[in-house]
């Protein structure tokens, strides 16, 4: 019936176009497939005669198998049909099956079909009542099932699933009414939709039971002994007090419907149909409802398994079940979830749980191991939530519990199965990693590290980061302060205080890495190990600076760490500084774990290294010595003399290191304040000697050169006394042409001339009158100049 015959003045009512809201579905995975206009409107003369469903007749063949929609292909649709409704198959293409209610027959069948068991889902009110949207379950195809009054127009309920499809908010009746989403019911506020209940799929089934004898006998999975229910009520009844009570009055009076369903549930996903059935039996109050809700449960039970009724559930208080089950279990939201199965499930039941006939699957087993546990999956990692931090080892994680639930199923290719699907369900950019700089993850909460505030910990905030450390606000630290004081410059505590301090969150904003550097035995040793007693072994690398340009696979472990820590570095040059200069900073570099895919992430570890003599580079610019801050030792201790051997037990106590804390977050309160760290004359002089020792023409200059208006000097004199002071210090030269451009550099206002037939000279520049440092007048040789 066109938009005419209904009334409808077509050129006064605006006309929607509800494809255009139907993005956002694309982008949640529905295969959204367009639908007539409810009008008619830009349909074909042809489509018009045929066509017994305004709004609701798709318009693309091979709709009830579209699995997926793109952008383009509804952008496509739009053009072509601008006023199409939006419609959803149904079945095991889209994954899901629908309840249409229409009037009030449609809600008392429905009530009459489900006893009552209508689990909240997806819901949106259609033009003459309600429809209802639930997830299919795996390995079973769902067949319509519908029953009306044919006296009234409609009064109907029906059970929508393979073949069929739905029209879905905002399509619009042919009454002119829009389909809207119930408060709350939506795909977007709701989430995925609820699992379809037992009834439903009872009814649905493409192969019907018609008895309860015949549900029973079909059921792949049965425990051993399944045909002596009578010794598994007694064991049930013997270990739990509440099942005792509630059989012997089953057996007088009967039980209420709630407790008959939690009872029969409980029994039916343990593996006793034969027990459930002879508990209902057992009460006069058992009847044809009876058997018919026995056999929906008994059915869903075999295609989508429901775990057994809790202890909670029954009304069993954290102390009843310790003194039952001796072990309290809990999920990962700290909810108890020991159950009276316990008593009477057998270990092979527990695993066929996991499978569809001969068939694994794998999401049954992911499912049951996400309810107990929050998983993270970035940067190639899978990492757990275990005491206020995801921690690495989700990988070991799933295969212990694999083989615990598997127990004689447990198959390799099976757990690996089961780790990429949680692997997969857990997947996140490692940019949502550790986001939060306002918060300290410790051990006894989240600190506002600026209030002092202490949050409890939450799942929710991504952190792989957490401080073995109390917050303690009174806490104090006095054999820290004393160490301390005894192995640095007075000058530098404020500086190592900030270190610490900045050590302690996920940012690189001031872009500093630390050397300490000094002889043997002065202390440098105890403080890295102090710090990354503070920091945590978990969260910290040991890398050397020189590997960090060279391996990629090193550069991944520095991947979510803290800092980056190495003792006792080798002096080798560092011959390329460009890895060292973007970590520093936090741009994104390229690493790869071991038979793993590469990956790119931004660093935020901060390097801290200790040397007894500092790596020698070839970079000579400001850009790499700015980074550096350089803590000098400058004292000795001595065992029998003035070293204490057990110092680092002393210094990293529980309390000590709560003080630490405190300590840490004065310096990182100031570093946030000022926006740099505190440099004193001690590490001010310290990157001086380093950058003068790997700048060989800048220390040449310094020690043996003057500068001045009206003084020059031989160009290849000035080189080749260069030559012999590097020869003299050990060091390596440059070449001729790099030393005097270097020169230039370090003196703009020396310049080159070339007096009339005599050599080139510098003006500006000369050798001190040292004579040692006057060598023999030669040209250099071709390879002084070109390297």
């Not at 699992?195 to 309860?212: D, E, L, N, R």
């Not at 039996?281 to 429901?306: C, F, G, N």
């Not at 990988?395 to 690996?416: A, P, Q």
Request: glycine share 6%; with cysteine.
């Amino acid at each position: 019936m066109d938009s005419e015959k209904l009334g409808i003045n077509t050129n006064s009512v605006p006309k929607p176009k509800p494809l255009e809201s139907c993005f956002s579905y694309i982008e949640l995975g529905l295969p959204i497939i367009p639908c007539c206009s409810p009008g008619h409107e830009g349909m074909t003369p042809k489509h018009k005669a045929a066509c017994k469903s305004l709004g609701k007749a798709p318009l693309i063949p091979g709709w009830p198998k579209r699995a997926e929609t793109t952008s383009s292909e509804l952008s496509l649709w739009l053009n072509q049909w601008p006023y199409a409704n939006p419609g959803l198959p149904l079945g095991s293409a889209s994954r899901l099956v629908g309840i249409d209610i229409d009037g009030e027959i449609g809600e008392q069948l429905l009530l009459e079909w489900s006893g009552g068991d209508i689990p909240t889902t997806w819901e949106f009110s259609t033009g003459a009542g309600r429809r209802l949207l639930y997830r299919l379950p795996e390995g079973v195809t769902l067949k319509k099932h519908v029953q009306a009054d044919r006296t009234k127009e409609h009064e109907e309920c029906a059970l929508l699933g393979e073949g069929q499809q739905t029209v879905i908010p905002p399509a619009i009746h042919a009454s002119g009414r829009e389909y809207r989403w119930a408060p709350g019911r939506d795909p977007f506020t709701f989430g995925p939709p609820t699992g379809a209940p037992g009834w439903m799929i009872g009814m649905m089934a493409v192969k019907k039971v018609t008895s309860i004898e015949e549900a029973k006998g079909k059921r792949s999975k049965k425990n051993q002994g399944e045909d002596d229910p009578e010794s598994h009520l007694n064991k049930l009844a013997e270990k739990c007090q509440r099942f005792s009570s509630d059989w012997k009055q089953q057996q007088n009076n009967g039980v209420d419907e709630e407790a008959w369903f939690l009872w029969t549930s409980l029994l039916i996903a343990s593996g006793y149909d034969s027990a459930a059935i002879k508990f209902s039996r057992a009460s006069v109050k058992h009847d044809k409802r009876s058997d018919t809700r026995l056999i929906q449960m008994i059915e869903r039970q075999e295609v989508d398994p429901v775990p057994p009724v809790r202890c909670t559930t029954l009304g069993c208080s954290p102390d009843k079940i310790q003194q039952c089950h001796e072990k309290i279990r809990v999920n990962r939201d700290n909810e108890i979830t020991n159950s009276p199965a316990a008593f009477i499930i057998s270990k092979w039941f527990a695993a066929r749980r996991y499978f569809m006939e001969k068939k694994f699957i794998p999401k049954r087993l992911g499912d049951h191991i996400l309810e107990d546990y929050y998983f993270l999956f970035a940067g190639q990692t899978l990492y757990f939530y275990q005491g206020g931090v995801y921690i690495d080892g989700g990988t070991d994680l799933i295969r212990k519990e694999c083989k615990e639930r598997l127990d004689t199923e447990f198959k390799k290719d099976r757990v690996n199965e089961v780790i990429y699907y949680i692997e997969t369900a857990s997947m996140h950019d490692s940019t949502e990693l550790n986001t939060r700089t306002d918060v300290i993850n410790v051990k006894n909460g989240l600190l506002k590290w600026k209030t002092g505030e202490l949050l409890p910990h939450n799942p929710k905030y991504f952190c792989t980061i957490q401080l073995p450390v109390n917050y303690n606000l009174n806490a104090s630290c006095p054999n820290i302060d004393r160490f301390l004081c005894e192995i640095l410059p007075a000058d530098c505590l404020p500086t190592v205080e900030e270190m610490f301090g900045y050590s302690t969150l996920p940012v690189v904003a001031l872009q500093k890495a630390f050397m300490l550097t000094g002889s043997g035995s002065n202390g440098k040793g105890t403080l890295i190990d102090l710090l990354s007693a503070f920091i945590g072994k978990q969260n910290i690398s040991n890398v050397p600076l020189q590997e960090l340009s060279d391996h990629r696979f090193k550069r991944a472990e520095i991947f979510g760490k803290l800092i980056n820590v190495f003792a006792d570095l080798s002096s080798k040059a560092l011959e390329n500084t460009s890895y060292f200069k973007m970590i520093v900073t936090g741009d994104e570099i390229d690493a790869e774990r071991k038979h793993k895919d590469p990956f790119f992430f931004r660093p935020f570890a901060r390097l801290v290294f200790s040397a007894n003599e500092l790596p020698r580079t070839t970079d000579q610019t400001y850009a790499y010595f700015r980074r550096w801050i350089i803590i000098p030792f400058q004292k000795r201790f001595v065992i029998g003399e003035n070293a204490d051997t057990g110092i680092l037990k002393k210094i990293t106590t529980e309390q000590e290191l709560s003080g630490l804390l405190n300590r840490a977050l004065n310096g990182l309160r100031r570093v946030q304040a000022t926006k740099t760290f505190t440099v004193t004359e001690a590490t001010r002089e310290a990157l001086e000697k380093y950058r003068l020792a790997n700048d060989t023409v800048a220390a040449f200059a310094k020690e043996c050169c003057i500068t001045g208006a009206n003084i020059t000097v031989g160009k290849t004199n000035i080189y080749t006394a260069y030559k012999n002071w590097c020869s003299d210090c050990g060091l390596r030269s440059l070449s001729a042409r790099r030393f005097y451009a270097r020169v230039f550099e370090l003196h703009p206002e020396v310049k080159e001339t070339r007096p009339t037939g005599g050599q080139r000279v510098l003006h500006g520049i000369a050798l001190e009158s040292d004579e040692s440092m006057l060598p023999v007048d030669e040209a250099p040789s071709d390879e002084d100049r070109w390297d």
